[in-house]
């Protein structure tokens, strides 16, 4: 179990602990020390406590209760019981995960995400792909080669293993072989990152040029960054790779990174964009797991958590002093 992970449990049983009658002045004092102990204690209550207030209220919308209200009081949960937290957090990612659309369907075709959309499609050769917001691929499958060409944007590969049959990556100047395994493929600008989280993938140039970097190999848990005439293979615990890859249940998941680069990653996933009005502000450092999508919830846990002002517009989100 990942630390973010015990971090969100221990929260989800302040909450199941306060609802069971017996809360005592005690019990609020360590609750307080708890949270006051890390921004992460703080930031994983209040989400959970923000998602099981969403789905009460959406529970007050229901029909009413069947005629069996002896049953239905049998099985009833307390409000704030483990089962009844862990459910709440389950419709709150629900809620907000966005429908994706590919458009076409045979082998050649281009498919695409919009922003704040990941989907899936699978291979006539069994291999699958996962997008991430606002990516593109487009395919070809051949009986010598299988080649996917990433124009835009992030997506993971789940390859079937054939190793008489290339997988092939292209990605800006980089090129990526591998056999068979899982990985995926980011691209901004002039950068293409790999996260390798089984398998061996070579990383190499995409033409042919006397200064080209050789091709690296990389292996499972590297990450590696391609920039320029550079590529930098990077070994990472299981559980970094794992928080690398949480885009594909919707979720972005941060290691003490600059409120900047979180910014950045938000905007990634929400045409609402999150705006650092404070030089000062962007180098602080947040931590956590929070839903891609939901980044007003983002802010006013900003809000809650560190007093930061919170101005909002159609287009932005402004965080200031």
């Known amino acids: 179990m990942s630390e973010a992970q015990r971090i969100e449990e221990r929260a989800a049983q302040w909450l199941a602990q306060r609802d069971r009658g017996d809360w005592s002045q005690q019990h609020e004092q360590e609750l307080d020390a708890w949270l006051a102990a890390s921004t992460a204690h703080r930031v994983a209550y209040l989400r959970l406590l923000a ?69 899936e499609v699978s291979l006539s050769d069994g291999s699958r792909l996962t997008l991430n917001t606002n990516s593109q691929v487009h395919t070809a499958i051949s009986d010598r080669q299988r080649t996917v060409w990433l124009d835009r944007g992030e997506a993971y590969f789940d390859v079937a293993h054939e190793p ?3 997988f092939v990556v292209l990605a800006g100047e980089r090129r990526i072989t591998v056999l068979g395994t899982r990985f995926s493929v980011h691209r901004h600008g002039d950068q293409v990152d790999v996260v390798v989280e089984e398998g061996r993938v070579q990383i190499g140039s995409n033409r042919a040029a006397p200064q080209a970097p050789k091709p690296v190999i990389a292996t499972r848990n590297d990450v ?23 885009w594909r249940q919707g979720k972005l998941v941060f290691d003490q990174i600059t409120l900047a ?21 962007a180098q602080l450092r947040v931590g956590g797991s929070f839903a891609a999508s939901n980044v007003r919830g983002f802010a006013r846990l900003l809000h809650d958590g560190f007093g930061l002002v919170v101005s909002e517009s159609a287009d932005e989100i402004k965080i200031s002093k």
């Open 164 to 166: 008489t049959r290339p």
């Open 261 to 281: 680069q979180a910014a950045e990653e938000f905007n990634r996933y929400n045409r609402q964009q999150l705006v650092i009005a404070e030089p000062a502000l």
């Open 51 to 119: 998602a099981w207030q969403r789905a009460d209220r959406l529970n007050a919308l229901r029909t009413p209760a069947p005629p069996d209200r002896a049953a239905a009081a049998r099985f009833a949960l307390p409000r704030y019981s483990l089962h009844r937290v862990a459910a709440g957090v389950l419709l709150a990612l629900v809620l907000g995960a966005a429908s994706w659309f590919w458009p076409g369907g045979g082998e050649g075709d281009r498919y695409s995400t919009e922003i704040g959309v990941r989907g």
């Open 224 to 246: 590696v960054v391609a920039e320029a005439g550079q590529i930098l293979v990077l070994a990472k615990s299981a559980e970094q790779v794992a928080n690398e890859l949480s």
